[in-house]
Structure formats: C-alpha cells, structure tokens
C-alpha cells in the first residue's frame, strides 16, 4: 500500500494531466462535426458511419448506421457492413465514440450548457435504448416496413433538427423547395429540445439504440477505464463530475458510461489500452 503522500502526489499529476485532456474534448468533437457535415459525395455517403448523424442531411458525408440496420430490416436483409463497422468500432472504443465523436451528442453538450436548473435522470431509463433497437429499429421496419408512424426514421429527433428543419430554412431563404416538418415531429423535436436543456444528454441515456449497442462492450473493448482503489482519496471528484450518473469507483465501464472521461480527472481512474484490471473498491 502507499502512503498517503505518495498517494496525493501521484493523483495529481494524473488528474493535471487528465484536466489538459479533457479541456480539448470541445475541439475534438467540433472537429468531429467538421467530419460529419462536410460533404465528400456519393463516394462515401453510403458509407456507414459508427455516430448517431442523419444521412438525410444536406450536409450529411456518411450514412447513419441506425438508418441502415432499419432500412435493411425492412428489405429483409442482414446490414452486414454496418453491423461489421459498429462491432469493430465498439470492440477497439466501447463508447468513447459517445463522447468524443458523436455529433448529435455533441449538440446535447452544448444545449446542456444552458444555466437552469437540471434534472437528473435514473439509470434504470437507460434499459428504453434496447426497447428502441428491438422495437423501433428492427421489428417494427421488419414486419410493418417504412411507412410505419413508429419507423424510427419518421420518430428521430434527429431527422427533424438536421433534415427537417435545414430544409425549412433553406426553402424560407432560397429558391429550394420548402419541406416542413410532419406532426410528430413537430412534438419531437421541440420536447427533445426542451429535455436537452434541463437535464444531460436525455436522448443518450433514455433512447439512443447505437449509444445502448456500443455500450454493451464497454467492458471488453480494447480501450478502457481502470480504477486504482490504492489511489482513491475518496475527494469523491469522480462521481460529482460524471452527468451520467455513473458511481464509477464501484464499477467502471458500465452500459452507462459514454466515457467523456471526466472522471479520470480526480486521478484514481486512467484510462487504458489492452488488458489490464479495472479494479473497484473494497
């Protein structure tokens, strides 16, 4: 065992160098976002992507691999491409795409931002991101096809912020058609909207099915947080800084976890590459 200023000595050099890293989260996602919205052609649009991005977009570069795996259900077809990429992505990163790469979480990020007071969601909601893989996903395109109300192309927050409403404002500001938005999403959008500013990430944590599916290898990606019991000065820093309510000093690389890494800041949790224990405390 240290003692205790071996201890205090080692957190905060971790957590100093944690804190630089964490402060260029903002630039990496915005550059992220440069990726996403900078369109590169036919070439890559039926690519799948491994982030939560609507490829209906105008600026849209790559496909949605949500879109995809639903479109394909409704043919009756296995997506093996997309499936291949996320299987890949989530094996090397779990999802740490969720916090550093994804743009709609990003855009969650920054209308959290708002300064009023916020509400904390309850883990157990997190369980609603695999009732919408099955449900909305695959079942409902599977046996009902794309002109189901509940597709979840027609329900997506997404579609209605980055296609609907780019379009409306395009066809209000230029000669380009106007297309507005259909009903339900004119209650989506703005309840999502609304939830977004008055608690953390609620679409992340409640609906996202791609968010819920990368999450399920938290625990065995290649990348991965590790706790150090030895280290905790139980400043409790890990717990109040992590929005998604995770108590990661009792299990690290939970289906919770988006792995924004704010945690780490606190010095006790590193991340990691490869193998490695990921310890909790006694």
């Given at each position: 065992m240290r003692d205790m200023a071996t201890?205090?000595?080692?957190?905060?050099?971790?957590?100093?160098?944690?804190?630089?890293?964490?402060?260029?989260?903002?630039?990496?996602?915005?550059?992220?976002?440069?990726?996403?919205?900078?369109?590169?052609?036919k070439a890559v649009q039926s690519m799948p992507s491994c982030v939560f991005h609507c490829?209906?977009?105008?600026?849209?570069?790559?496909?949605?691999?949500?879109?995809?795996?639903?479109?394909f259900s409704a043919w009756h077809a296995f997506p093996l491409l997309a499936v291949g990429v996320l299987v890949i992505v989530a094996g090397l990163l779990g999802s740490l795409v969720c916090g550093w790469a994804c743009p709609f979480g990003f855009l969650q990020d920054l209308t959290a931002k708002i300064p009023v007071r916020k509400f904390r969601i309850p883990n157990w909601m997190g369980y609603g991101r695999y009732l919408v893989l099955i449900g909305l996903v695959i079942l409902v395109p599977y046996f009902w096809g794309k002109d189901h109300p509940l597709f979840i192309c027609r329900v997506c927050p997404a579609?209605?912020?980055?296609?609907?409403?780019?379009?409306?404002?395009?066809?209000?500001?230029?000669?380009?058609?106007?297309?507005?938005?259909?009903t339900a999403?004119?209650?989506?959008?703005?309840?999502?909207?609304?939830?977004?500013?008055?608690?953390?990430?609620?679409?992340?944590?409640?609906?996202?099915?791609?968010?819920?599916?990368?999450?399920?290898?938290?625990?065995?990606?290649?990348?991965?947080?590790?706790?150090?019991?030895?280290?905790?000065?139980?400043?409790?820093?890990?717990?109040?800084?992590?929005?998604?309510?995770?108590?990661?000093?009792?299990a690290v690389n939970t289906k919770e976890c988006i792995r924004c890494l704010e945690c780490t800041t606190c010095g006790a949790i590193k991340p990691q590459f490869g193998g490695g224990n990921t310890r909790t405390k006694e």
């Open positions: 201890t205090i000595e080692i957190n905060r050099k971790n957590a100093r160098r944690m804190r630089r890293l964490v402060r260029l989260r903002i630039w990496v996602q915005t550059a992220f976002l440069a990726v996403w919205l900078a369109p590169m052609g490829y209906a977009c105008p600026l849209a570069s790559f496909a949605c691999p949500i879109g995809v795996i639903a479109n579609g209605g912020i980055e296609v609907g409403l780019t379009r409306m404002i395009l066809g209000l500001t230029t000669d380009a058609p106007e297309v507005w938005l259909g999403k004119w209650i989506i959008v703005p309840v999502f909207l609304l939830a977004a500013v008055i608690t953390y990430r609620p679409w992340c944590k409640i609906f996202c099915p791609l968010g819920g599916f990368l999450a399920l290898f938290n625990r065995f990606s290649v990348f991965h947080l590790r706790f150090d019991p030895d280290a905790c000065t139980e400043c409790n820093t890990c717990r109040s800084r992590c929005e998604m309510g995770v108590h990661v000093e009792q």
